[in-house]
């Protein structure tokens, strides 16, 4: 949550910085402000996105600043908790990501020496360390501050009168961008993408001076090394390509997420490469850990797992087994996260490690805090996931567990050809799912006029109701539950009506028939349903309201053409009632606070 930039060079400062921040905004967007260090430290920031900051921002003139988007934790959205913050002479100025936990402590203690605070968020502490510690060096200033810092962060100093930045990490992503002459410093990849595509990855506890022409990495006052990576992603990827959204593009991205991800791993057959992760102990007993839409990933990856494998397998919420989980027996755990950075996860796995556990973290973030800590890694190749509300991450995510699944499978040869061949047609039945947009579009038109919506499915489906539901409610704001279709009658019947449709998830399994039966039981309590099917099916379109079609698959990749109707039906019933669809209110998408 929160993005921060920094940009040092030959250029303007500002229209980098509000670009940079621009691209970043979905970590935050309830204020947004830059500093730019001219002859002063000059700051101008708002409780505004940022394309209104920009429109109203005086020209700042420099070559060197940072900025930040909020997603407020310690104070409302307010252009006096906006960042950056200051120190008493307003010669410091200081971007943060993170929370830290002793602010009160330390703030109570500076404001008996004099300190005078203007906000009431966590942050204004450290410029005002920064200060207590200044005596000519930023750098060596802020590691005496942070030493006194318990928490979280990633931040980026300046002060007037020292033409370099200083940034630092601890648990906290922050990534530098280097440049010809010029350096960029970026919570994110996708921000600096329109610069550059050479990064820098800190470690926690690093230090970081960077000026134009030289980035210098300290930790505990040694220089240490940092090798420069070149990123894959292109500055298209983290664009809107003509989509009015970025959540529609990524939807319509979903063929060819599944065709890159699938094709970085080796044979389904074999146990080699990046599928060697489990050795002699298996899939046996494996806990999978994740949160919001990787938690459904991770629900579908215990069906997957135990259908295929023929294994016990435990999925958690990672917010949850933090706190009850039992202390991890299991010799190996997966973890799901797109951003690889939500703190609750990035808990698990550092408890689980500390447990002696192996863990491999399935992410899409190369050089993400989960990917850094984690055993192994196993990388999605969804590229940069700009819209708030995941989707292509989730399809990417499903297409790892399946492909971990394949090699231990302890199926019928024969079935296991079928499946791969399934698998490896998966693009083209998503995109008949896309094909059938218009239709979707049409149906969310009577849901956008709904306050509540419950989703139903069955055994592998009942994920994917978890997830079309969280989808609906994230970025339209209705009402929506998921729920286990034989779960319905024990208490959820109450709200049945004619005003509250029931979309339920109908898979060719052995599900089917007992969902019929549900679905007769939702239509006798004048509830409208709308019925996910595939084709052919002629049986459930004579009981249901209106029917939304997709393409014959195997049952256990039905997941994956349903979750993509549902998406469909969660954007354009968003877009019908004019919601922000890529950046709901209150939500951000990386969550790294507890
Ligand atoms: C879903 O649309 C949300 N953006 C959210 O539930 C998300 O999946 C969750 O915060 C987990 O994020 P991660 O995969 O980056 O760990």
């Given at each position: 949550?929160?993005?921060?930039?920094?940009?040092?060079?030959e250029?303007?400062?500002?229209?980098?910085?509000?670009?940079?921040?621009?691209?970043?905004?979905?970590?935050?967007?309830?204020?947004?402000?830059?500093?730019?260090?001219g002859?002063?430290?000059?700051?101008?920031?708002?409780a505004?996105?940022?394309?209104?900051?920009?429109?109203?921002?005086?020209?700042?003139?420099?070559?060197?600043?940072?900025?930040?988007?909020?997603?407020?934790?310690?104070?409302?959205?307010?252009?006096?908790?906006?960042h950056?913050h200051?120190?008493?002479?307003?010669?410091?100025?200081?971007?943060?990501?993170?929370v830290?936990?002793?602010?009160?402590?330390?703030?109570?203690?500076l404001?008996?020496?004099?300190?005078?605070?203007v906000?009431?968020?966590?942050?204004?502490?450290i410029?005002h360390?920064?200060?207590?510690?200044?005596?000519?060096?930023?750098?060596?200033a802020?590691?005496a501050?942070?030493?006194?810092?318990?928490g979280?962060?990633?931040i980026?100093?300046?002060?007037?009168?020292?033409?370099r930045?200083?940034?630092?990490?601890?648990?906290?992503?922050?990534?530098?961008?280097?440049?010809?002459?010029?350096?960029?410093?970026?919570?994110?990849?996708?921000?600096?993408?329109?610069?550059?595509?050479?990064?820098?990855?800190l470690?926690d506890?690093d230090?970081?001076?960077?000026?134009?022409?030289n980035?210098?990495?300290?930790?505990?006052?040694?220089?240490?090394?940092?090798k420069?990576?070149?990123?894959?992603?292109?500055?298209?990827?983290?664009q809107?390509a003509?989509?009015?959204?970025?959540?529609?593009?990524?939807i319509?991205?979903?063929?060819?997420?599944?065709?890159?991800?699938?094709?970085?791993?080796?044979?389904a057959?074999?146990?080699?490469?990046?599928?060697?992760?489990?050795?002699?102990?298996?899939?046996?007993?494996?806990l999978?850990?994740?949160?919001?839409?990787?938690?459904?990933?991770?629900?579908?990856?215990?069906?997957?797992?135990?259908?295929?494998?023929?294994?016990p397998?435990?999925a958690?919420?990672?917010?949850?087994?933090?706190?009850?989980?039992?202390?991890?027996?299991?010799?190996?755990?997966?973890v799901?996260?797109?951003?690889?950075?939500?703190a609750?996860?990035?808990?698990?796995i550092?408890?689980?490690?500390?447990?002696?556990c192996?863990?491999?973290?399935?992410?899409?973030?190369?050089?993400?805090?989960?990917?850094?800590?984690?055993?192994?890694?196993?990388?999605?190749?969804?590229?940069?996931?700009?819209?708030?509300?995941?989707?292509?991450?989730?399809?990417?995510?499903?297409?790892?567990?399946?492909?971990?699944?394949?090699?231990?499978?302890?199926?019928?040869i024969?079935?296991?050809?079928?499946?791969?061949?399934?698998?490896?047609?998966?693009?083209?039945?998503?995109?008949?799912?896309?094909?059938?947009?218009?239709?979707?579009?049409?149906?969310?038109?009577?849901?956008?006029?709904?306050?509540?919506?419950?989703?139903?499915?069955?055994?592998?489906?009942?994920?994917?109701?978890?997830?079309?539901?969280?989808?609906l409610?994230?970025?339209?704001?209705?009402?929506?539950?998921?729920y286990?279709?034989?779960?319905?009658?024990?208490?959820?019947?109450?709200?049945?009506?004619?005003?509250?449709?029931?979309?339920?998830?109908?898979?060719q399994?052995?599900?089917?028939?007992?969902?019929?039966?549900?679905?007769?039981?939702?239509?006798?309590?004048r509830?409208?349903?709308?019925?996910?099917?595939?084709?052919?099916?002629?049986?459930?379109?004579e009981?249901?309201?209106?029917v939304?079609?997709?393409?014959?698959?195997?049952?256990?990749?039905?997941?994956?053409?349903?979750?993509?109707?549902?998406q469909?039906?969660?954007?354009?019933?968003?877009?019908?009632?004019?919601?922000p669809?890529?950046f709901?209110?209150?939500?951000?998408?990386?969550v790294?606070?507890?």
């Amino acid at each position: 949550m929160c993005g921060i930039v920094g940009y040092i060079g030959e250029r303007q400062a500002q229209p980098i910085l509000l670009n940079c921040l621009h691209r970043l905004e979905y970590r935050g967007y309830d204020s947004c402000g830059i500093a730019v260090l001219g002859g002063a430290v000059e700051i101008y920031k708002d409780a505004v996105r940022v394309k209104a900051l920009a429109n109203t921002a005086p020209s700042l003139n420099g070559i060197a600043g940072i900025g930040h988007t909020r997603w407020a934790t310690h104070g409302e959205p307010s252009q006096a908790n906006a960042h950056p913050h200051c120190d008493c002479t307003g010669k410091i100025a200081v971007v943060h990501n993170g929370v830290i936990n002793n602010f009160q402590k330390l703030r109570q203690q500076l404001a008996s020496e004099g300190h005078n605070f203007v906000s009431e968020t966590d942050t204004e502490v450290i410029p005002h360390l920064i200060e207590k510690y200044y005596d000519g060096d930023l750098a060596k200033a802020v590691e005496a501050a942070l030493h006194e810092v318990e928490g979280s962060y990633a931040i980026i100093a300046l002060v007037s009168g020292e033409s370099r930045l200083v940034v630092a990490r601890k648990d906290g992503p922050l990534v530098i961008g280097v440049g010809d002459r010029e350096n960029f410093i970026a919570s994110d990849v996708p921000a600096m993408l329109d610069y550059t595509n050479r990064v820098i990855y800190l470690e926690d506890d690093d230090i970081g001076i960077v000026s134009p022409d030289n980035i210098e990495v300290r930790r505990h006052g040694v220089e240490v090394d940092r090798k420069e990576h070149k990123i894959s992603w292109s500055v298209e990827d983290a664009q809107k390509a003509g989509y009015e959204h970025f959540m529609l593009k990524e939807i319509h991205e979903q063929p060819k997420v599944i065709r890159d991800t699938i094709a970085g791993y080796v044979s389904a057959t074999e146990k080699g490469a990046d599928l060697a992760l489990l050795g002699d102990v298996g899939l046996e007993g494996m806990l999978i850990l994740a949160c919001g839409t990787s938690y459904h990933a991770a629900l579908i990856g215990k069906y997957i797992l135990e259908e295929l494998v023929r294994v016990p397998v435990k999925a958690e919420l990672a917010s949850e087994f933090n706190y009850y989980g039992h202390t991890p027996v299991r010799s190996r755990a997966i973890v799901i996260t797109q951003s690889g950075e939500t703190a609750d996860v990035i808990k698990t796995i550092r408890r689980m490690r500390e447990a002696g556990c192996w863990v491999v973290a399935v992410t899409n973030v190369v050089g993400s805090t989960a990917s850094r800590i984690a055993d192994q890694i196993i990388y999605t190749r969804a590229g940069p996931e700009i819209s708030v509300a995941a989707t292509k991450s989730f399809i990417a995510q499903l297409m790892a567990l399946y492909w971990l699944a394949l090699p231990y499978s302890k199926i019928d040869i024969r079935k296991l050809d079928n499946l791969i061949t399934g698998l490896r047609q998966l693009p083209g039945k998503v995109q008949q799912v896309l094909d059938n947009e218009s239709a979707i579009a049409e149906l969310a038109r009577q849901l956008a006029s709904c306050e509540n919506v419950f989703f139903i499915g069955r055994g592998i489906n009942f994920p994917v109701a978890l997830e079309g539901a969280l989808k609906l409610k994230e970025v339209s704001y209705i009402h929506a539950e998921g729920y286990a279709a034989g779960e319905l009658k024990h208490g959820p019947f109450a709200l049945l009506g004619s005003n509250t449709p029931v979309v339920a998830i109908v898979a060719q399994d052995n599900t089917y028939e007992p969902m019929l039966t549900n679905i007769k039981e939702v239509k006798a309590r004048r509830s409208p349903v709308i019925a996910v099917v595939e084709e052919g099916d002629e049986v459930i379109g004579e009981l249901v309201d209106s029917v939304i079609t997709v393409p014959k698959v195997d049952a256990i990749f039905s997941p994956v053409v349903n979750t993509v109707a549902l998406q469909l039906l969660a954007y354009y019933t968003a877009k019908h009632r004019g919601c922000p669809v890529d950046f709901p209110r209150n939500l951000a998408k990386s969550v790294t606070v507890e």
